[in-house]
T-cell receptor, first 108, second 115 residues
Framework: EDQVTQSPEALRLQEGESSSLNCSYT??????LFWYRQDPGKGPEFLFTLYSAGEEKEKERLKATLTKKESFLHITAPKPEDSATYLC?????????FGPGTRLSVLP | GAVVSQHPSWVICKSGTSVKIECRSLDFQATTMFWYRQFPKKSLMLMAT?????????EQGVEKDKFLINHASLTLSTLTVTSAHPEDSSFYICSARWSDQETQYFGPGTRLLVL
């Protein structure tokens, strides 16, 4: 069964404590994997698109990587303003499917 | 770039009335627009996909007569919730992409409360 999962469901970090979020997928014919950030009461904000295994992209404190089965979003030395829900999504065939998200809290 | 707006951001209506939500791509031509619904602390649920000038394609379980979608131009799509009921209260989010791109860019969302 095609599926997109994210772990952990929630993560609490101290400011400066680096960590990684995971997005695992079991779909056929992946055409792209996306990371978004969503703040409460707002629409998702685009972060990265990854197309093939081995690809990496970086933006400020965030780095996204992709393998054939999963993607990681690495957060280096996070700040309180990085607190948000991080969503991954995959596109395969005619489908664009979101994972359930990881709620990240960064404490000062 | 890739800015998508929604209007209104907040709407309260009485049960039985219809509500229209607009989604606009401000700086690109959106050949395809999507409408999502999101429940509290849940991920986005795709409702329908619309291509400019064509009828929308609805996901299974979404009533097309209840949620009317019009994508009349390359920069505007509208979602009309007809005869709204309290169970239609939710956060509605649109997204858009242009022709040969997979990435969807999202609007800020519209919170609907039906009394």
């Amino acid at each position: 069964e095609d599926q997109v999962t994210q772990s952990p469901e929630a993560l609490r970090l101290q400011e400066g404590e680096s960590s990684s979020l995971n997005c695992s997928y079991t779909v056929s014919g992946l055409r792209g994997l996306f990371w978004y950030r969503q703040d409460p009461g707002k629409g998702p904000e685009f972060l990265f698109t990854l197309y093939s295994a081995g690809e990496e992209k970086e933006k400020e404190r965030l780095k996204a990587t992709l393998t054939k089965k999963e993607s990681f979003l690495h957060i280096t030395a996070p700040k309180p303003e990085d607190s948000a829900t991080y969503l991954c999504a995959v596109v395969y065939g005619q489908n664009f499917v979101f994972g359930p998200g990881t709620r990240l809290s960064v404490l000062p | 770039g890739a800015v998508v707006s929604q209007h209104p951001s907040w709407v309260i209506c009485k049960s039985g009335t219809s509500v229209k939500i607009e989604c606009r791509s401000l700086d690109f031509q959106a050949t395809t627009m999507f409408w999502y619904r999101q429940f509290p602390k849940k991920s986005l649920m795709l409702m329908a996909t619309s291509n400019e000038g064509s009828k929308a394609t609805y996901e299974q379980g979404v009533e097309k007569d209840k949620f009317l979608i019009n994508h009349a131009s390359l920069t505007l799509s509208t979602l009309t919730v007809t005869s709204a009921h309290p169970e239609d209260s939710s956060f509605y989010i649109c997204s858009a992409r242009w022709s040969d791109q997979e990435t969807q860019y999202f609007g800020p969302g519209t919170r609907l409360l039906v009394l």
